[in-house]
T-cell receptor, first 114, second 114 residues
Framework: DADVTQTPRNRITKTGKRIMLECSQT?????MYWYRQDPGLGLRLIYY???????NKGEISDGYSVSRQAQAKFSLSLESAIPNQTALYFC?????????????FGQGTRLTVV | GENVEQHPSTLSVQEGDSAVIKCTYS??????FPWYKQELGKRPQLIID?????GEKKDQRIAVTLNKTAKHFSLHITETQPEDSAVYFC?????????????FGDGTTLTVKP
């Protein structure tokens, strides 16, 4: 089945380290998103991309950067990780031209910054 | 920007009872309202959605109602079952064609007691 895959699934890193979270999808969707989930705070949009040449900041982009390497790949980087970036990160895709309106989420990456 | 408030944060019901989760939004331009279910340790998945030109939508035991004048929408689950236990998120988006760029509520943890 076509899916959205995130790597790694879990990661512990130290304060100040650079880390990259990767997302790849086999759905053929143009639109990709990175969300952050904190307990009791729902999902908040970090960055989104409508195609390879399009990158947009979301609600909470400070401290993050992204790279859209191909239609199927969208990576999230923390240039210098800090403890309050400890969270569950979700990549998502959507493609309204497919006739389905919803966002499809990956399995999530649990990041802990110590 | 858009702000979505969701209530209650936790909800416990007896199996067979109904459950209602309510959300309000601030941006009158929002016109697409999806609901996602997230089971423990899993990714969020769409369960139902509604567009602003519709006041109510049903899918078996779940229904969503929308009041655009009051800027609130609700999820109704009837005949609840233990497998309905999960975290439910409401969301609002400016267009159903851009469902991935949504503002989410903080979530409601629903527990259905057998």
């Amino acid at each position: 089945d076509a899916d959205v895959t995130q790597t790694p699934r879990n990661r512990i890193t130290k304060t100040g380290k650079r880390i990259m979270l990767e997302c790849s999808q086999t759905k053929g969707h143009d639109r990709m998103y990175w969300y952050r989930q904190d307990p009791g705070l729902g999902l908040r949009l970090i960055y989104y991309s409508f195609d390879v040449k399009d990158i947009n900041k979301g609600e909470i982009s400070d401290g993050y950067s992204v790279s859209r390497q191909a239609q199927a790949k969208f990576s999230l980087s923390l240039e210098s990780a800090i403890p309050n970036q400890t969270a569950l990160y979700f990549c998502a895709t959507s493609d309204p031209s497919s006739g389905r309106t919803e966002a499809f989420f990956g399995q999530g990456t649990r990041l802990t910054v110590v | 920007g858009e702000n979505v408030e969701q209530h209650p944060s936790t909800l416990s019901v007896q199996e067979g009872d109904s459950a209602v989760i309510k959300c309000t939004y601030s941006d009158s331009a929002s016109n697409y309202f999806p609901w996602y279910k997230q089971e423990l340790g899993k990714r969020p998945q769409l369960i139902i959605d509604i567009r602003s030109n519709v006041g109510e939508k049903k899918d078996q035991r779940i229904a969503v109602t929308l009041n655009k004048t009051a800027k609130h929408f609700s999820l109704h689950i009837t005949e609840t079952q233990p497998e309905d236990s999960a975290v439910y998120f409401c969301a609002a988006s400016l267009a159903y064609t851009n469902a991935g760029k949504s503002t989410f509520g903080d979530g409601t943890t629903l527990t259905v007691k057998p």
